[in-house]
């Protein structure tokens, strides 16, 4: 290929540098057909001289389907793919798709001269299209060099190639998928909208860009620019939800929940996804104030959220101890198909012991019981502990006395929540009950719940020193 120049002025390594992403090898790719698998270990073993001549002493003839076939897997070996295509190209005549991918393989390894070299035989070829620019604009995007993709699409007729929206988002899409461009996107859209007319897909782009980059003012000018100049259609769906998410994101709930309104009545609405993500974005953020009238929204609109999304607007409500609400969601996630589960109640469980909602809390256990949704250990202790303070003693044993039977383990925390509560209560008679049964089943008595057990027993004479002395043998005996 007598175009493509062998020594180009930039020297990449055998690695692209200008994609972050690995490109596959024939080692790494089952499905390579034998005669390429040959030609790729040819080009990555071979020394650069000795190249063309082991290429040809395969015999092999390089039809086009095989040189496309390589090309796709030699992104990591640029010089020796050039090569190849030199020698490949002396015999049969290269596909489109064949130069196509030779372009887009010089590009990402940045050796940009070669490139274009490739690019005027292909003009000569008559096999350039816009697919060919769409790889240009990303080579040199990814690269970091926004000037030089405008320029290529400003040359783009000088090639033969008109043009059009396609290539218009094609590089406004190359530009925003890199760090915080899309300023540099919006300077070229600002610049050519005149003269090729953006439609839909343009003002996406550049609204998943301001998304990404949070800018809540970008996006609104660029928002109301598209409803003037496209209006409002339900296919447009990925313009919306970044939109929407860009507000929620920047702490613009109610704003977002007005444009909400307004799209609800142009029969706009986004889908689930953007719900559930500007819910995830809420929960970070620890906002309950915004949540029940977005969720409202969205429930209003006949979407139908998850166990999900129940159990992550749960979790915000009890974590700000909204536990009306909570009760609320959980008494409605049921006729929307989503059925709470063992995460559901034990959040809402927590709340109730966190806030000392004592006979809720009671009520609430058996309920959970009942529903198969068992506590957690932790939930448990802090409950019996709760309940002792909140004079509800009976509860409290209840508890300790279903974690045993059902094997709620670790057991610790609850055993010893027990005890200190019996110890408060001066209630010895069960203290040494129940403590001589811990011992039986070798569940560990802290030495502080120890200690509070002595003084409770101490302090009622010597035969409950007595008591308290054989409990304390049989705890010292016990390997620690």
């Known amino acids: ?74 992104y990591g070996s640029p010089s020796a793919a050039v090569k190849f295509f030199r020698w490949a190209g002396l015999t049969h005549k290269h596909s489109a798709y064949a130069w196509s991918l030779m372009v887009d393989l010089l590009g990402k390894n940045q050796m940009f001269e070669p490139m274009w070299d490739a690019i005027r035989s292909m003009k000569q070829e008559g096999v350039l299209s816009i697919a060919t620019f769409v790889s240009v604009f990303g080579s040199y995007c990814t690269a970091g060099r926004f000037n030089e993709a405008t320029m290529t699409f400003d040359v783009m007729d000088r090639y033969g190639i008109q043009p059009n929206i396609v290539a218009v988002n094609s590089l406004l899409s190359a530009i925003c998928t890199e760090d915080n461009q899309t300023m540099k996107a919006l300077e ?43 209006g409002w259609s339900p296919l447009n769906m990925s313009a919306y939800d970044a939109f929407l998410t860009t507000l929620v994101r920047g702490a613009q709930v109610e704003e977002a929940i007005k444009f909400l309104r307004v799209m609800k009545g142009k029969n706009c609405l986004p889908g689930l996804k ?10 970070k953020q620890n906002d309950s ?3 029940i009238p977005l969720w409202d929204t969205m429930v209003g609109s006949g979407l139908v959220p998850n166990l999900i999304m129940y159990n992550a607007i ?14 609320r969601f959980l008494d409605e996630m049921v006729f929307y198909g989503a ?38 250990h932790l939930n448990c202790s802090a409950a019996i502990a709760m309940l002792f303070d909140g004079d509800d003693p009976q509860m409290a044993i ?3 006395e279903y974690m045993v039977k059902n094997h709620v383990s670790p057991l610790d925390d609850g055993a010893n929540a027990l005890l200190i509560g019996l110890c408060n209560m001066g209630r010895l008679t069960d203290l040494r ?6 011992l039986d089943r070798r569940i560990n008595i802290y030495e502080s719940t120890m200690e509070k057990v002595k003084n409770a027993f101490y302090k009622e004479g010597r035969s409950a020193r007595d008591s308290y002395d054989h409990l304390s043998r049989k705890w010292k005996k016990l390997p620690r």
């Open 289 to 291: 104030t915004h949540v």
């Open 398 to 400: 209840d508890i300790w």
């Open 314 to 327: 749960i979790g915000l409500l009890c974590n700000n101890k909204d536990v009306d609400n909570a009760f």
């Open 339 to 376: 059925f709470p589960d063992s995460l559901t109640y034990n959040m809402i469980f927590q709340c109730l012991i966190k806030n000392k909602k004592v006979r809720v809390a009671g009520k609430f256990f058996v309920e959970m019981i009942k529903n198969e949704c068992p506590p957690t």
């Open 433 to 438: 009950r129940f403590a001589e049964n811990m």
């Open 188 to 230: 070229f859209f600002e610049r050519i909208k005149a003269k090729i007319a953006p439609d839909m897909d343009s003002f996406a782009i550049l609204l998943e860009g301001w998304e990404k980059e949070g800018n809540v003012a970008k996006a609104k000018n660029t928002f109301g620019e598209m409803v003037i100049r496209v």
């Open 1 to 74: 290929m007598e175009a493509i120049s062998e020594n180009p002025t930039h020297r990449p390594s055998s690695v692209p540098l200008s994609h972050p992403q690995h490109y596959p090898t024939y080692l790494e790719t089952p499905d390579v057909s034998l005669r390429a698998k040959i030609f790729c270990e040819i080009l990555i073993k071979s020394p650069p001289q000795d190249v063309e001549s082991a290429l040809s002493s395969t015999g092999i003839q390089p039809l086009p389907e095989i040189v496309e076939e390589v090309l796709k897997l030699s």
């Open 274 to 283: 953007f719900f559930s993500n500007a819910l995830d974005i809420l929960v």
